[in-house]
């Protein structure tokens, strides 16, 4: 399944697609966004800006996420206006100090570099650099996509909302998704199951939690997507 959301990540744009998913991942780690993208606004270098408990340590932060797409190399890192390198700095040099709200001052300061690819070998040195000569102003992260695709697994689909028997139909959906006349019948399964449905369509319970309900429509979104990805990928615009 971590293969299966890695490479679903590798085909999402920066905007409107990437950069929709995060907050709804951060919001299952019990995180708060305080700020989310938007267009033609200047954020400093900030993309997404959350406040909560970290999972590692529990200790409350202020995390700022830098928003990428694709692999990070050298061209990527520092050689345009919109470079990693550069939106690093802004956030250090402008958002750190004229940006954070009164009430999030003492909070501890984690900046985050998310992109759906990864940290190229050549640009790894960069990186590390770059953490070490500003470690003392906040504490640095790189979520490549295989490190989204884990934090999805494990908030998103954990075991009590995305069981194993859903998880077969997903991949037996995607196991067929290249088919013309697949009649997607493992993706229904898998909706039903999460919205409480029997398999002819009734309601089988109501669930009056508002917060769980939410929680499933999050997992029927994401699979709906991974299986349109994966269908545009092997060619079969039909099934996506």
Do not use: C
């Not at 951060?26 to 800006?49: E, N």
């Not at 039903?192 to 499933?216: I, R, W, Y």
């Amino acid at each position: 399944m971590r293969l299966i959301l890695a490479q679903y990540l590798r085909t999402l744009k920066e905007r409107d697609e990437f950069d929709r998913l995060l907050p709804d991942i951060l919001l299952a780690m019990g995180y708060v966004a305080i700020s989310k993208p938007q267009t033609s606004i200047r954020q400093y270098g900030v993309d997404l800006a959350a406040v909560g408990t970290s999972p590692e340590d529990g200790i409350q932060e202020l995390l700022l996420l830098v928003i990428k797409r694709g692999d990070i190399g050298r061209s990527e890192w520092d050689s345009r206006p919109q470079s990693v390198r550069q939106s690093l700095n802004e956030v250090l040099d402008v958002y750190l100090t004229s940006h954070v709200e009164p009430a999030h001052e003492k909070l501890r300061r984690r900046i985050v570099l998310a992109t759906t690819g990864d940290l190229k070998q050549d640009t790894q040195i960069n990186w590390d650099g770059y953490v070490k000569e500003h470690v003392s102003r906040a504490i640095f992260a790189f979520w490549g996509g295989d490190r989204i695709a884990t934090l999805i697994e494990q908030y998103m689909l954990n075991e009590h909302i995305f069981s194993s028997e859903d998880r077969a139909h997903l991949r037996k959906a995607l196991a067929l998704a290249g088919e013309l006349d697949y009649d997607q019948k493992d993706l229904y399964r898998l909706f039903h199951h999460q919205l409480n449905f029997t398999e002819e369509g009734v309601l089988a319970g109501k669930n009056d939690d508002s917060q769980d309900l939410l929680k499933v429509l999050r997992v029927i979104n994401l699979a709906a997507q991974v299986f349109s990805r994966w269908s545009e990928d092997e060619g079969n615009l039909k099934q996506a």
